[in-house]
Nanobody, 127 residues
Framework: QLVESGGGLVQPGRSLRLSCVYP????????ITWFRQVPGKEREAVSC????????STADSVKGRFAISDDNAKNTVYLQMNDLKSEDTAVYYC??????????????????????WGRGTQVTVSS
């Protein structure tokens, strides 16, 4: 199971960095994706990093503000979130792809194709 942390309450325009700790060697074979969800809405893929070559993909809604990165030594994927807006308020989850070595694409990410979901971390953007 993946473990998220780093959420909290921040003012609009501020930054947060979320962490997703994964079991060793996960990213060697499976892509990892950050999702977010607000009550009453479907889970939305935000950003992902592919296994192997480390290719990344980020949703248009957050492109230019959010960035995903990986620290292999710490078995951690980060989501750096800058210039946060109220519409970024959500529970953020990370999960790994069920399919080995499949490149990640947030535009086509279906939550049912992912497993080892963490419990999520709440991000609230409010003044």
């Amino acid at each position: 199971q993946l473990v998220e942390s780093g959420g909290g309450l921040v003012q609009p325009g501020r930054s947060l960095r979320l962490s997703c700790v994964y079991p060793a060697f996960t990213l060697k074979y499976y892509s990892i994706t950050w999702f977010r969800q607000v009550p009453g809405k479907e889970r939305e893929a935000v950003s992902c990093v592919s296994s192997g070559d480390g290719y990344t993909s980020t949703a248009d809604s957050v492109k230019g503000r959010f960035a995903i990165s990986d620290d292999n030594a710490k078995n951690t994927v980060y989501l750096q979130m800058n210039d946060l807006k109220s519409e970024d308020t959500a529970v953020y989850y990370c999960a790994r792809d069920r399919w080995r070595l499949r490149p990640c694409r947030v535009s086509s990410a279906d939550p049912t194709d992912f497993t080892d979901w963490g419990r999520g971390t709440q991000v609230t953007v409010s003044s």
